[in-house]
């Protein structure tokens, strides 16, 4: 599945090879968040649904996002499902219907709005798994994204799995690399997101990663920290060398786009303008 595409002839430009996540308006409505990006420039957005926008559990209206989408000419690189709140990858098995019910109907809204790809986190990282409880939890997990498969090749998207935060405290939890994701899940219909933060506050090399997911890696969550917590800073700051991973993408043959998963913290206006600059600029100094 080619997910990168281009409205012109030639080289893509920075609106058709960079998206942004809704995840800078997380404390804003969508319709707002929705105007504000379309009048950055950006084009292609991800909506992040976990707790607001297109949760399913708030009742989204998701006839006026789709239309909203349309007149503001915004199209869906990808649909983020919720994890907050889901317990995802705890071994309760009373808990497996629930994230069935809450990330299928996640599906069913990503296909009313266009999304090729569904971005899936397979644990939560708010909670910690004893070695006792890891081989339960990868037997549930595995149980419930081949049900979750079945329904997004119904509908007509792909599953992309997330890599994952490992607690400091924990020595091992299930799905969290993207090559334990890609060991456990080998179904090639099945694809990966590349969540750069993550991996750099796991203290991983950037370059496996990218490896063992291989051409199954369909999306990217672009994001910096201070290489101990998870903070969502632009590229710009922190300690992620972005030129290397780039690099490192564009040699493994990665076609997607470049999409900035950034917190807007106090001033996601200011955010969206830097990071409007920063994919510009990185555009430009590629050309």
């Not at 809704?22 to 957005?45: H, M, P, Q, V």
């Amino acid at each position: 599945m080619q997910i990168l595409q281009s409205g012109n002839p030639g080289e893509p430009s920075w609106q058709d090879q960079y998206a942004i996540s809704t995840f800078t308006f997380r404390n804003a409505g969508l319709l707002e968040a929705l105007r504000k990006i379309a009048a950055s420039g950006f084009k292609w957005i991800e909506i992040s649904s976990s707790e607001f926008h297109l949760d399913p559990r708030r009742n989204p209206d998701v006839p006026a996002a789709r239309n909203a989408l349309r007149q503001m000419d915004l199209h869906v690189h990808a649909l983020h499902t919720p994890f907050i709140g889901l317990k995802l990858g705890h071994p309760n098995r009373a808990l497996k219907q629930e994230w069935l019910r809450v990330v299928g109907a996640s599906l069913e809204i990503g296909v009313e709005i266009g999304a090729p790809l569904a971005v899936i986190h397979v644990t939560d990282d708010a909670q910690e798994l004893t070695d006792e409880m890891y081989e339960a939890s990868r037997q549930i997990v595995i149980e419930y994204i081949a049900e979750l498969q079945i329904r997004a090749q119904a509908l007509g998207i792909r599953l992309a799995l997330e890599n994952m935060v490992k607690s400091p405290n924990l020595r091992r939890r299930f799905g969290m690399t993207l090559a334990e994701l890609s060991r456990a899940f080998p179904d090639p219909e099945i694809a990966f997101c590349l969540d750069t933060g993550h991996a750099m506050t796991n203290r991983l090399d950037l370059a496996t990663e990218i490896r063992a997911a291989g051409k199954r890696l369909m999306t990217t969550h672009i994001n910096s920290n201070d290489g101990v917590d998870d903070l969502h800073w632009l590229p710009t700051r922190g300690v992620l060398d972005w030129q290397k991973i780039k690099h490192l993408l564009m040699q493994s043959g990665y076609a997607g786009r470049y999409l900035l998963e950034v917190k807007g913290d106090a001033d996601p206006d200011a955010i969206l303008t830097q990071a409007v600059a920063f994919a510009r600029a990185d555009r430009e100094n590629n050309t």
